[in-house]
Structures are given as C-alpha cells and as structure tokens.
C-alpha cells in the first residue's frame, strides 16, 4: 500500500508544471502497470461533456467528445466503478489484434477541495476483472490526485 501511495505521489512531484493532458497520459502509464489494461482513454470533464485528451495504445480518440452514460455515472459516484462489457462489443486497436475487453474500469479523478468536483474520468479497457484490492487502493488515492490537478488549474489560472 504505501509503495503505491509512494509511486503516485512522485508522479505528482515529476509531472508538476505539465498539462492535464501530458499528466493524464503519464497517470494512464503507470495505472497499465498497476492493473495491466489493454486500452484507456482519460476524458477532462468540462460543462457536462468528456473530451478525449490522453490516450493509451487508442491515439483516434484524442480530441472526441462524448456525453452521458457511463462516463456520468462514474462521475456522480465518486468512486471506481467496474462494468462488465457487452458480449458482441469489439474494440479495435491500432495493432493487428482486435481484441475484445471483458471489463471496462471508470476511475473518476477528483479534487475534494472547495470549488473542486470531477476533473477528469479515466476509461480502462480490460481482459479480465482487476485486483479488487489493488482498485480499492488506487481508489483511495482519486481524491488526491484530483486536488493536485485542481491546484494546478488554479495555479495556472491566476
């Protein structure tokens, strides 16, 4: 537990100064190697709609934007959210494989600070369900992660 506290913190302290979409992307690579997806897309959350601004292994997507459904879902509870995929639901990758995830895992990123709310959802296509435990731990750490991303909105908006 605290060696992944410990990980995510240091990200915090490297990524300090980027952009949302430079840290979501870094946020994306070190969560693959905590719960090993195959594909993520973390969507910023502004005025009600998600856009695509940092992808991992699904460059199309950067720049779409989508609304309601599970992404609002996950936003209104705060907190991870695992969904079992659709059966005849494909997803192709750039590669070769088309490969068919068996979980989608929503992650929303958010600041716990007055004045904060959802910053950005974090999509994770899965071929199999994720450590629970390792979730719950990563879940804990949303709420930081989250202020540390407000803070820096504001830092730049000053």
């Known amino acids: 537990q ?20 430079d840290f979501l992307r870094a946020l ?7 719960l090993g997806f195959v594909a993520g897309l973390a969507y910023q959350v502004k005025d009600g709609a998600y856009e695509v601004v940092a992808t991992y292994a699904l460059p199309q ?14 936003t209104a509870l705060k907190e991870p ?5 659709s059966v005849g639901r494909m997803v192709s990758l750039p590669s070769l494989a088309t490969l068919q995830p ?14 904060g709310g959802v910053i950005a959802v974090l999509e994770l296509l899965l071929l199999r369900a994720p450590d629970k435990e390792k979730v719950e731990l990563i879940g804990a750490l949303l709420p930081r992660l989250g202020s540390y991303l407000w803070m820096q909105q504001v830092g730049l908006q000053a």
């Open 102 to 115: 068996k979980y989608v895992l929503y992650l929303p990123v958010y600041a716990d600070v007055t004045g």
């Open 28 to 34: 994306l690579e070190s969560l693959q190697d905590d």
């Open 61 to 74: 997507y950067v720049g779409r934007s989508f609304s309601g459904g599970l992404l609002e879902t996950a």
């Open 2 to 21: 605290l060696e992944l506290t410990a990980r995510y913190e240091s990200l915090m302290r490297t990524q300090y100064g980027k952009s949302l979409p």
């Open 81 to 85: 959210y695992l969904v079992a995929a």
